[in-house]
C-alpha cells in the first residue's frame, strides 16, 4: 500500500517538474509580459498608492550594521534602495519595471542621492560572486 502512494506521489512530482520546464512563450516575451503588467499598476495606474517608507525588515536588520554594499532586487520605485542610499549605503538595484525605474531614478536625482539602477530580469542581470554586503 505505501508503495503504491509513494508510486502516485513520484508520478505526480514528475508530471508537474515536466509542466514546469515547458513554456509556450519564449523568456523575453514572458518578460515583456511582467513588464508591461507592472508598469500598468505600477506607473500609469493613478489610484494605485505604493509606501515610499523602507521595509521595516530592512531598516531593522541594518540599524546596527556598517554601511557597506547592497543590491536591490526587484528594486520597484526604490524605496529600500533610496534609505539604504541616504543611510550610507553604496547601492545597486534592479527591476524588469523601466517605469518603475524611472521613478527611482527622479527621485535620487531629487534628493541628490547616487544610486546605480538598470533594467534587468533575474534571467539577466549579473549577481558576480562576494559582490554585496547585503541583498
Do not use: H
Not at 509542466?19 to 495606474?45: A, H, K, M, P, Y
Amino acid at each position: 500500500m505505501k508503495s503504491n502512494k509513494l508510486a502516485v506521489l513520484l508520478g505526480t512530482i514528475l508530471c508537474f517538474t515536466s509542466l514546469i520546464g515547458q513554456r509556450d512563450i519564449s523568456t523575453e516575451e514572458e518578460n515583456e509580459q511582467i513588464r508591461e503588467r507592472w508598469n500598468l499598476s505600477l506607473v500609469r495606474d493613478s489610484s494605485y498608492t505604493f509606501s515610499k517608507e523602507a521595509n521595516n525588515l530592512l531598516r531593522q536588520t541594518t540599524k546596527t550594521m556598517q554601511p557597506g554594499k547592497a543590491l536591490c532586487v526587484a528594486m520597484g520605485q526604490g524605496r529600500n534602495a533610496l534609505y539604504l542610499a541616504r543611510n550610507g549605503w553604496e547601492v545597486t538595484g534592479f527591476d524588469l519595471v523601466d517605469g518603475a525605474v524611472g521613478y527611482a531614478v527622479e527621485q535620487a536625482k531629487k534628493e541628490q542621492i547616487e544610486l546605480l539602477m538598470e533594467i534587468a530580469s533575474f534571467d539577466t542581470y549579473d549577481f558576480g560572486n562576494n559582490k554585496w554586503d547585503l541583498i
